[in-house]
């Protein structure tokens, strides 16, 4: 798979300080980022839903891929720099292999949603009404429901 860091390599560093946010929810400035060093934390209605620390992963894809505002804040733990890409849909656009390489990234997380939402449709049975996570189940996969 293509390597971001590689790819990316001609494009300008942007360092943060720790607490200082890279992305803020509800903008939609269409750059991308490519963590070079450091830690950040994406926090979605105050929660924290992950953690970033691995160089060469790609930040803001959801926003740029969907044409949306940031549905998360992202801040740095740790002194970070990033890669910057003003033109995120402009890049991968002109860039198959950096295209692949989120496609491939968006499938990877699919995948783990969907085997983490199976999982918990079976713990929470079968037999009852429809619950709340068996409506997400149905909306993600497509799938109809019985109760």
Known sequence: MANLLALTNAYPI???KPGERLIETGEALGELYVLVSGQLVVER????IARINEPGTLIGEMSVLLGADHSATVTALTPVEVRHIDDGLRWLETN????IHVAALACQRLDATSALLVQLKKDAGAGR???FLERLFSTITGAETRP
């Open 129 to 131: 009404e429809e619950t």
């Open 96 to 99: 198959p292999l950096a295209a």
């Open 45 to 48: 209605d105050g929660v924290e």
């Open 14 to 16: 942007l360092s943060l």
